[in-house]
């Protein structure tokens, strides 16, 4: 059973755990501070298909059948997978799961989508309807850049608040075992919109958003940031990591000792010229199952709230004067 | 708490109900056989606001806005919203929703989210997380023609196949009061692909997909089309209906007396020239809020399948040279 404790707010009170994760990345986030972390490398950015659309479908399909092979079960054994990414009409998740006949519930939560296959996916187990999930999600700079800013070929120049689409999935299985990193709790996201229309500045777009998930879950649970080892964001790169602490100071809440952001922290920024960090699906999805889920298994923590974040704007939304929704979903770890 | 039945089947132990549902439908499908069931009817296919994609984030607005006045609750009652679209980042859902300010999980199931979203928001009340929630889903003839098909001034000939995406929008809210209409079961659709790659021939598509929902289902739960008093499909349109009762009779199912589709009842295909009938997330949504459950309600059917099925493609995988692959999802309605 889950307890519900306000608008959105919930504490799960059966064990949901975490069996097995898997993340794969792309070169250029194997050659980031964080590489050594992932599970799989795949240097060709086309991983062996013949269209970036495939290969982020591929991508996906890696991380998941890691995900399961690392448990030691078969795809038999899942009864629901949740996913979503960037591409229109969530083809990578479609093409990239079709083969494997596990029961499918697609979302768009642009690069919330992780943390929101983990709420629903941990909520499903929770209800008893389902054993065993999958939530997973992608990314790929190469299908993000031509859909939402230029043809690559194009060669634009980017702003100094742009980020950098990572090429990479992570994947997270859940059951009601007992033994891995437990899903304690979590806050379903609000859309907020404070009026950003800058394509090229989804930090300070998303910043709110974040901002009013964590306070959400903080002022819910009675806790504040000192109860946890790390509050971390999905992709607000270094803008948006200054304006979520910003929004939260002048509201009495100082996640500054707790604060870290995937996205600041997938690649090198100024030498590998990413401008204000890391974004995408696959950039909080993978770097959640690569570098902090096995830090949460090792015990070494063991309190962690992640708040993954999307903008749910499109180019089109955006050309019809449209200004850039944001929203986080937020999911509590424990270790015990 | 729910039941575990097999993969991706399940039973719903406790009362999970409908506690308010809202229809509104476009001019077309005003004038079409259903019309009369129809909560409201817009005849201005702007809905007052400046162009189609906002014209259909309208739609979405009004019938939650609908669904939560006829339950005369107010949108801080309600815990979570679960939505989505078939434009592009699924902008009809989140701009539709902004101002609501209720937690929001956004879906991506094309034509079958209502399902899907049925699905999702009765195992999260079923868990306790949540005490009441809405599922909701649209789609627009406009947004959708230009961003699948061609633009509409382009004036293409449709093919005999074709179906016509109905401008639509339904609301379903649920709790665990007991009185209205029980969700009693659910089974999450596994992705399908027969190899179609005709984009105006969605139903033949999409029936596999339907076949193997319905199928397992019965399976699962050791019942037969006998024991329903209804199976009603998507959107397959007359030529998908045809196969999915020709692809279950193969298999010993005959499905003849119970089934009916929800793009096949909305337009008078003959007068409307509507060819193979409606579709698109707002057909079935709709269909079901104004005509189905409605009759449900006064225990006039009292038994009911509902597996509303979708397109997983877009535009760009079919240019790759991909096949269609599709989903159904299927909620079981009970009327005690």
């Known amino acids: 059973m889950a307890e519900y404790i306000a608008q959105g707010v919930f504490r799960l009170m059966n064990a949901?755990?975490?069996?097995?994760y898997a993340s794969v990345a792309g070169k250029m986030e194997g050659d980031g501070p964080l590489g050594k972390y992932f599970d799989e490398i795949i240097e060709d950015s086309h991983f062996g298909r013949q269209t970036w659309e495939q290969a982020e479908s591929q991508f996906q399909l890696e991380a998941v059948s890691l995900a399961i092979r690392k448990s030691g079960l078969q795809k038999e054994n899942i009864d629901a997978v949740c996913s979503g990414d960037l591409i229109n009409q969530c083809i990578g998740s479609a093409y990239g799961l079709r083969e494997l006949e596990i029961p499918f519930l697609g979302l768009y939560g642009a690069c919330s989508t992780?943390?929101?296959g983990l709420l629903i996916t941990s909520l499903l187990i929770d209800s008893g309807a389902v054993r065993r999930t999958i939530a997973v999600t992608s990314s790929h700079f190469s299908t993000a850049e031509r859909q939402f800013r230029t043809p690559l070929s194009y060669g634009?120049?980017?702003?100094?608040?742009?980020?950098?689409?990572?090429t990479a999935s992570g994947a997270v299985m859940l059951s009601g075992e007992t033994g891995g990193v437990r899903i304690v709790?979590?806050?379903?996201?609000?859309?907020?919109?404070m009026g950003i229309s800058d394509i090229t500045n989804m930090g300070s777009a998303m910043a709110p958003a974040a901002a009013e998930t964590i306070?959400?879950?903080?002022?819910?649970?009675?806790?504040?940031?000192?109860?946890?080892?790390?509050?971390?964001?999905?992709?607000?790169?270094?803008?948006?990591?200054t304006l979520v602490k910003e929004l939260l100071i002048r509201q009495g809440i100082d996640i500054s000792r707790q604060h870290c952001d995937c996205g600041s922290m997938i690649f090198d920024n100024e030498k590998q010229d990413?401008?204000?960090?890391?974004?995408?699906?696959?950039?909080?999805?993978?770097?959640?199952?690569?570098?902090?889920?096995?830090?949460?298994e090792s015990g070494q923590l063991r309190n962690v709230l992640f708040a993954a974040t999307g903008a749910l704007m499109s180019p089109m939304s955006l050309q019809q004067g449209e200004t850039i929704p944001s929203i986080a979903h937020l999911v509590h770890f424990r270790k015990e």
Chains 1, 2 share one sequence.
């Open 16 to 20: 949901v755990s975490t069996e097995s």
């Open 156 to 166: 634009g120049q980017r702003t100094p608040t742009a980020q950098w689409t990572c």
């Open 215 to 241: 306070k959400r879950y903080l002022a819910a649970t009675g806790t504040s940031p000192d109860d946890y080892d790390r509050i971390i964001t999905g992709d607000l790169g270094t803008v948006g990591s």
């Open 114 to 116: 992780i943390a929101e």
């Open 274 to 296: 990413t401008h204000c960090g890391g974004s995408g699906c696959g950039c909080s999805a993978s770097v959640l199952c690569g570098y902090f889920l096995p830090q949460l």
């Open 185 to 193: 709790g979590g806050c379903i996201g609000k859309i907020a919109d």
